[in-house]
Nanobody
Framework: QVQLVESGGGLVQPGGSLRLSCAAS????????MGWYRQAPGKQRELVAA???????NYLESVKGRFTISRDNAKNTVYLQMNSLKPEDTAVYYC?????????????????WGQGTQVTVSS
């Protein structure tokens, strides 16, 4: 069974930056498209960024130019660099499998979710 452990969240002022990490178990990690999801209070979970095993990326329109997803297959780790953070980015962030084809991404999570990491953007 896959295990996902997210870290790196915290409290940051608007305009600030954070780097999230997700350590994943499993031998198929390097060929699996992965994504970062977020869920704000009272809202549905949404996919904000995805990356294929080969490194092609897709982003939710509202985070383009501010967030960068990357991965290190040797470490079974996915990262999300978040810059120019806004209060509306406040949410619990999770990583999980994603679907990617060309310029299209879609949620395709495993049944298992990690504990997530809280990101709060506030002055």
């Amino acid at each position: 069974q896959v295990q996902l452990v997210e870290s790196g969240g915290g409290l940051v002022q608007p305009g600030g930056s954070l780097r999230l990490s997700c350590a994943a178990s499993g031998s198929i990690f390097s060929i699996t498209a992965m994504g970062w999801y977020r869920q704000a209070p009272g809202k549905q979970r949404e996919l904000v960024a995805a990356i294929t095993g080969g490194g092609s990326t897709n982003y939710l329109e509202s985070v383009k130019g501010r967030f960068t997803i990357s991965r290190d297959n040797a470490k079974n780790t996915v990262y999300l660099q978040m810059n120019s953070l806004k209060p509306e980015d406040t949410a619990v962030y999770y990583c999980n499998r994603a679907g990617v084809r060309g310029a299209t991404m879609w949620p395709r999570p495993w049944d298992y979710w990690g504990q997530g990491t809280q990101v709060t953007v506030s002055s």
